[in-house]
C-alpha cells in the first residue's frame, strides 16, 4: 500500500473524506493508484484549494468534472473534487477512518458516488465492494439509495448480486 500525505494538519475545520481507489481499500482488495482523491463542499472549495497552495501544492489543471489536479510537494496526485449534494453533507459528517486515522467516505456514501458516476472503473468497483458487503453493510447502502437516489435500486442489487456470483466463482 502506499502512503499518501496526512492532509489532516492542512484542511484542520475543513470536511473532507478520501474516495476513489483509496477509499475502496477499505472495501474491498487493494487496486493500484499513484493519486489520492478527495471530496469537499461546494462552498469549502476555494478555501480547501488556497490551503493546500499555501502547504506547497502546485494547481496543475481543472478537472472535467467539478474540481483539480494538484501536485503535493513531494510528487504525490492530488484530486481535489467537490460537491453539493444533500448526501455529501451527510457524508463528510460520518467518515469512515482507515488504519492511519484519515477519514474515508462510508460504503454506502461511496456507493452511491460510484453509481452515479457511471463510469466502468467506478461500477466494477461497487460491483466488487458490494459483494464482499456484509449483510448488515448491504442494508446500510440500501437505506441510502432508498433516501437519496431510489431509481439507483434495482441497479445496487444487480451490482451486489454479481460481485457476490463472481467471489463464489473466483472471478473477482
Request: hydrophobic letters at 40%.
Amino acid at each position: 500500500m502506499r502512503p499518501f500525505p496526512d492532509l489532516t494538519p492542512i484542511l484542520e475545520g475543513i470536511p473532507w473524506v478520501i474516495i476513489g481507489a483509496v477509499a475502496t481499500r477499505e472495501y474491498m482488495p487493494e487496486r493500484t493508484t499513484n493519486g489520492l482523491d478527495i471530496i469537499v463542499m461546494q462552498k469549502d472549495f476555494k478555501r480547501t484549494v488556497s490551503r493546500l497552495k499555501k502547504s506547497g501544492y502546485e494547481l496543475v489543471s481543472s478537472l472535467l468534472g467539478p474540481g483539480c489536479f494538484l501536485r503535493s510537494p513531494d510528487g504525490t496526485e492530488l484530486y481535489l473534487l467537490f460537491g453539493k449534494q444533500s448526501w455529501l453533507r451527510k457524508a463528510l459528517q460520518n467518515p469512515l477512518r482507515n488504519d492511519a486515522g484519515y477519514p474515508v467516505m462510508d460504503l454506502p456514501y461511496l456507493t452511491l458516488m460510484k453509481t452515479e458516476s457511471a463510469r466502468s472503473i467506478d461500477i466494477s468497483d461497487v460491483s466488487c465492494m458490494l459483494g464482499l458487503a456484509s449483510d448488515a453493510e448491504l442494508l446500510r447502502v440500501r437505506e441510502v439509495i432508498k433516501k437519496y437516489a431510489p431509481y439507483l435500486s434495482d441497479d445496487i442489487e444487480s451490482m451486489a448480486y454479481l460481485g457476490k456470483l463472481e467471489l463464489e466463482r473466483g472471478l473477482a
